[in-house]
């Protein structure tokens, strides 16, 4: 397990991957709409990002790891520069954008990353490339993209919910 990614793979059940996906999928945070529409451009702290940057943050980040996963699953050894989240949050308007739309085009990406993943045999699940400096299978590529939904939704419960009170 790649280090730096293990605390997003280990918040994952033991289950199938395809499962795991689903599970923590579209559905995951569309459970909580009515309080990210409640929270709007709400934040715990001077500079952090509002749940419509961190929603477009998992978006970002899930087509990066897809892609990462398709490359690495065609053998393909380029090693894979990492991305600087706070660069492409600086680079990205959500302002106009509803929270509606934004889980509608994550829960779009997040299909179009089962159907990728669906795809992959044991073969190709375990094919490895570098990407940020670390060495990753395509399965902890895909366990990772489950644990960082999980991940931001803990943030989002624990320091923004805070804020409906």
């Known amino acids: 397990m790649p280090k730096y990614f293990d605390r997003y793979i280990n918040r994952v ?8 996906l689903e599970k923590y999928g ?5 459970a909580e709409k009515e309080n990210f529409e409640a929270l709007g ?3 715990y702290a001077p500079g952090k990002w509002t749940i419509k940057d961190l929603l ?3 978006i970002d980040a899930e087509r990066i790891f897809a892609y990462r996963a398709l490359r690495f699953s065609r053998n393909d050894k380029t090693e894979l520069p990492g991305f600087d989240e706070d660069r492409y949050a600086a680079n990205v308007s959500t ?15 997040r299909t179009a990353t089962i159907q990728l993943f669906r795809t992959f045999d ?6 490895e490339g570098i990407a940020s400096g670390n060495k990753m299978s395509v399965l902890a590529i895909g366990f990772t993209m489950c ?3 999980i991940h931001h939704l803990g943030v989002i419960k624990e320091r923004y919910y805070p804020l409906l009170k």
Do not use: C, N, P, Y
């Open 41 to 43: 451009d709400k934040i």
């Open 95 to 109: 302002k106009s954008r509803t929270i509606t739309d934004l889980l509608e085009e994550f829960k779009t990406v």
């Open 13 to 20: 059940e033991d289950i199938d991957l395809i499962e795991a």
């Open 122 to 127: 044991a073969t190709f699940m375990h094919r």
């Open 26 to 30: 579209s559905s995951f945070l569309e």
């Open 56 to 58: 477009q943050h998992m």
């Open 147 to 149: 644990g960082h939904t």
